[in-house]
Nanobody
Framework: QVQFVESGGGLAQPGGSLRLTCVGS????????MNWYRQAPGKERELVSS????????FMADSVKGRFTVSRDNAENTMYLQMRNLKSEDTAVYYC???????????WGQGTQVTVSS
C-alpha cells in the first residue's frame, strides 16, 4: 500500500527555519518524482516543489524560491524540505506525494502543520 508520512512541522517565528520530512512506502521511491504541496486555510492546495528520482529539481514555486530547499535520500525513502526565512504566508499544511497520480497513488498523507507567527 502506497503511503506518505510527513513530519517536522510546528510553530516558527517570521524569519525562522523548519525542516520537513517525508517518508514514502509501498513503492520504489527512487523511481518516482516527488512533490511537496501545501494548503493554506481557505485556499486550494498548491504545488511547492518537484524533484525527480535522480535529485533533479524540476519545479519550485516562485513564492519560496531562494528560501526553501528540497533534497531526497533515496536509500531512506525520504525527502526533505528545508524552509528558511519563513513568512506568515508560509503558514499551511504541507504534504508530500509522488508526482504520479495513477492507480494506487491517489491517497494523501495526514500532512504536517506549519505555522509562522510571532
Amino acid at each position: 500500500q502506497v503511503q506518505f508520512v510527513e513530519s517536522g512541522g510546528g510553530l516558527a517565528q517570521p524569519g525562522g527555519s523548519l525542516r520537513l520530512t517525508c517518508v514514502g512506502s509501498g513503492f520504489i521511491f527512487s523511481e518516482y518524482s516527488m512533490n511537496w504541496y501545501r494548503q493554506a486555510p481557505g485556499k486550494e492546495r498548491e504545488l511547492v516543489s518537484s524533484m525527480t528520482g535522480r535529485n533533479e529539481l524540476t519545479f519550485m514555486a516562485d513564492s519560496v524560491k531562494g528560501r526553501f530547499t528540497v533534497s531526497r535520500d533515496n536509500a531512506e525513502n525520504t525527502m526533505y524540505l528545508q524552509m528558511r526565512n519563513l513568512k506568515s504566508e508560509d503558514t499551511a499544511v504541507y504534504y508530500c506525494k509522488t508526482a504520479y497520480s495513477g492507480p494506487d497513488f491517489n491517497s494523501w498523507g495526514q500532512g504536517t502543520q506549519v505555522t509562522v507567527s510571532s
